[in-house]
């Protein structure tokens, strides 16, 4: 049975930093470019990162481009996302999950998502 469980959010003032965990069970990440997507209340989900099965690309939307920054171990199977900089717009459920490419990250999300971790900034 796959797992993606993710961990580190909370609630940070503006302009402070979070730091993302996504521990994969159940499914090899090495085989799988990962990603990162938000959903905030009243909002459709939105994508916020992907890197690649071996690290080599990465992909931000302009709206985080510049402070957030997604990474990989593979050899821990868990992947993460640094948040810098944080604002109030940046409040979501962040849900990590694993497709078979970037591209189909990019186009139609994962085929594995986690239950999500909840990131609340105040102003």
């Known amino acids: 049975q796959v797992q993606l469980v993710e961990s580190g959010g909370g609630l940070v003032r503006a302009g402070g930093s979070l730091r993302l965990s996504c521990a994969a069970s159940?499914?090899?990440?090495?085989?799988?470019?990962m990603g990162w997507f938000r959903q905030a209340p009243g909002k459709e989900r939105e994508f916020v990162a992907v890197?690649?099965?071996?690290?080599?690309?990465?992909y931000y939307p302009d709206s985080v481009e510049g402070r957030i920054t997604i990474s990989r171990d593979n050899a821990k199977n868990t992947v993460y996302l640094q948040m810098n900089s944080l604002k109030p717009e940046d409040t979501a459920i962040y849900y990590c999950?694993?497709?078979?490419?970037?591209?189909?990250?990019?186009?139609?999300?994962?085929?594995?998502w986690g239950q999500g971790t909840q990131v609340t900034v105040s102003s």
């Open positions: 890197i690649s099965w071996n690290g080599g690309t990465t």
């Open positions: 999950a694993a497709a078979n490419s970037v591209p189909a990250m990019r186009e139609r999300g994962g085929s594995y």
């Open positions: 159940g499914l090899t990440i090495s085989y799988y470019a």
